[in-house]
């Protein structure tokens, strides 16, 4: 492992690498940071820069080509000509290649020579096209247009680089810090052995919520959060009009800090479209967050550069939600799985293929599955081949992004129970996502709610579901279903739709349908103040300015009050 990340200190006010703390979290230690990946505009001038160098070099290839085979005599062209391209075009490409490798190394000298590099050669050529326009040059015809067209290649690149570079001078005051960070060399780990051995003892899974799951529950805190994420956002983009301008932004995860110890499941619940997909996505780093970090094992990810991610991808592994559609119907179960084993570099055929009947059989499938094609399974198998993928890897942190909502119920707790064994079996750590509050329930060691992008409440499952203080909370719990049809239960209902993440409502954004808002006439400070998440006396973190008043009374009294239309139409999951 590359040390360099160790010398900042987390602690250093001035750090802007630094984690702020926040109240019910701590802060974790950082072993490492990890380089940030190139703008988008820096790629194009380091594609450029290439594009240039093989330009420049092309110059000296014709006239060498020429002086062998005798055609530079009849070219007539004057020696200092001569040695002044060949010489300044080598030394040109040189510059921009070297320029392009060290822009990679997040080198601010690459930064500066590929200016200078550029600048040269736009200012050669801009001289050029002078002489043959005024005439100086002696050219014409002919041989004045391909000149000129020759010279203005070099134009339009130089010009492309120094643009880009220029409209990124910001991201160059970076590099300084940047170049401090580790690389991602080094952190690859071996892969883990995850065959099942005939014979081993295999212990009960605790049943969650008894006194044993409790303990190791107690444990399990009392070390360093496997992952600790800290005020991530994620926001898209809306492009409209004929230009395709930017129109607005979707607040799709918008300032999220939750930690998750090694070993424990994490379930995020929320409505549709809440953000639990993309806050998922984004920790993964499928896609670059917009702010905030992810500190997975000590090592700080944020916005990282893909291939020094590479090396700890091996480590985060992640289950779809769509058994049909995550599976590529043209390959056969061995490529499926045996894809991200290649990608990690495990290049001989007959070690990929033994690891991936090793992993269909930890996850209940047969050995001899794997020249057959997805089709050829059943939702419940194909969901299996989805977690052996992930597990083929041998990753530390899973997420599960509502790995059982595609299935059939009888199917579902087939599943869930398989990968309770299997968090048993190899201690795998899942931030598990799902609607299904019924499931969090059965499934998760702590649980954090998402409305709008945010975390609204978040604590230990048995205190969450036994005192919910946050109302959306209440809400949706009051809308899981009583097991006994013939009990009528009355539910807290939501009034209105959600709101689009588009446009979240001012001060807390729940205020637009939250019943204890009404209840408490409206205070003013809801919609202005926006709440943040803080720690109870309970031992749970809401985000409520009032969550003090949510009591079994105050919801018994909302709910006498609500119309039988309103109990009978809504169900906010
Ligand atoms: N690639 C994208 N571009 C634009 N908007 C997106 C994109 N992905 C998700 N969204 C929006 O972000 C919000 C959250 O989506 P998602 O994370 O899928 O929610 P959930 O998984 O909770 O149902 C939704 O409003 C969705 O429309
Ligand atoms: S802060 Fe106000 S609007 Fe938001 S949940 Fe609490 S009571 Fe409701
Ligand atoms: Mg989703």
Redesign the pocket.
């Known amino acids: 492992m590359t040390t360099s990340g160790q010398a900042d200190d987390p602690d250093d006010p001035d750090d802007p690498d630094a984690i702020q703390e926040v109240a019910g979290t701590v802060v974790p230690r950082i072993r490492g940071r990890l380089r940030t990946r190139l703008p988008g505009k820096v790629r194009t001038a380091r594609g450029q820069l290439l594009v240039l160098t093989v330009y420049l070099l092309l110059t000296p290839i014709f006239l060498g080509f020429q002086a062998v085979t005798g055609g530079l005599a009849k070219m007539n062209l004057p020696t200092t000509d001569l040695l002044a391209a060949t010489v300044g075009n080598v030394v040109l490409a040189a510059a921009c290649y070297t320029a392009s490798r060290l822009i990679l190394a997040r080198s601010r000298t690459g930064y500066i020579l590929a200016l200078a590099a550029a600048g040269l050669i736009a200012i050669a050529s801009i001289y050029a096209l002078t002489e043959v326009v005024t005439g100086t040059a002696g050219l014409t015809g002919n041989t004045a247009f391909f000149f000129t067209v020759y010279q203005g290649v070099y134009l339009m690149f130089a010009v492309a680089v120094l643009v880009n570079l220029l409209r990124e001078v910001t991201w160059s005051r970076t590099l300084v810090r940047e170049a401090r960070k580790s690389t991602g060399e080094g952190l690859g780990v071996p892969l883990r052995d995850i065959r099942i051995h005939p014979g081993a003892a295999r212990t009960e899974v605790a049943a969650p919520g008894s006194a044993e799951e409790a303990a190791a529950q107690a444990k399990r805190r009392h070390q360093e959060p496997l992952l600790a994420v800290r005020g991530l956002k994620k926001h898209f983009p809306i492009h409209g009009g004929l230009l395709r301008r930017q129109i607005g932004t979707v607040y799709a995860v918008d300032g999220v800090d939750f930690d998750v110890y090694p070993g424990e499941i994490f379930s995020l619940v929320g409505e549709s479209g809440c953000g639990k997909t993309t806050l998922g996505r984004t920790v993964l780093q499928l896609t670059p967050p917009t702010a905030g970090k992810v500190v997975f094992d000590g090592f700080e990810l944020a916005d990282v550069d893909p291939d020094d991610m590479r090396p700890l991808r091996r480590r985060m592994q992640i289950i779809f939600q769509d058994p049909f559609g995550s599976l590529n119907p043209r390959m056969p179960v061995s490529d499926i799985i045996g894809e991200g084993l290649l990608a990690q570099g495990v290049t001989d055929r007959k070690t990929r293929d033994k690891r991936v009947e090793d992993s269909l059989e930890i996850v209940g499938l047969r050995r001899d599955y794997t020249r057959r094609y997805p089709h050829e399974f059943s939702g419940g198998q194909r969901q299996r081949i989805g977690i052996a993928r992930a597990l083929a890897l041998g990753p530390d942190l899973v997420v599960c992004d509502e790995p059982v909502s595609a299935l059939d119920v009888s199917i579902q707790s087939q599943v869930l129970n398989l990968l309770l064994d299997l968090r048993r079996d190899f201690n795998l750590t899942y931030l598990f996502i799902s609607h299904n509050l019924s499931v969090v329930q059965y499934f998760s060691d702590r649980v954090g709610v998402m409305y709008l992008g945010k975390l609204v409440e978040e604590g230990a499952v048995e205190q969450l579901y036994r005192d919910p203080r946050?109302?959306?909370t209440v809400a949706l719990l009051s809308a899981i279903p009583d097991p006994d049809p013939r009990r009528r239960k009355k539910r807290l209902v939501l009034k209105g739709d959600v709101p689009s993440p588009a446009a979240p409502p001012s001060g807390?954004r729940?205020?637009t349908r939250?019943w204890?808002?009404e209840k408490?006439g409206n205070?003013e400070?809801?919609a202005t103040e926006e709440?943040e998440l803080r720690p109870l006396e309970t031992g749970h973190r809401t985000a409520?300015?009032?969550?003090e008043e949510v009591s079994d009374k105050a919801v018994s009294q909302v709910v006498a009050t609500q119309s039988v239309l309103d109990t009978a139409v809504a169900d906010p999951v």
């Not at 409520?544 to 969550?547: L, P, Q, S, T, Y």
Request: net charge positive; hydrophobic share 30%.
């Open positions: 946050h109302p959306y807390c729940f205020h939250c204890l808002y408490l205070p400070r809801c709440p409520c300015h009032f969550a």
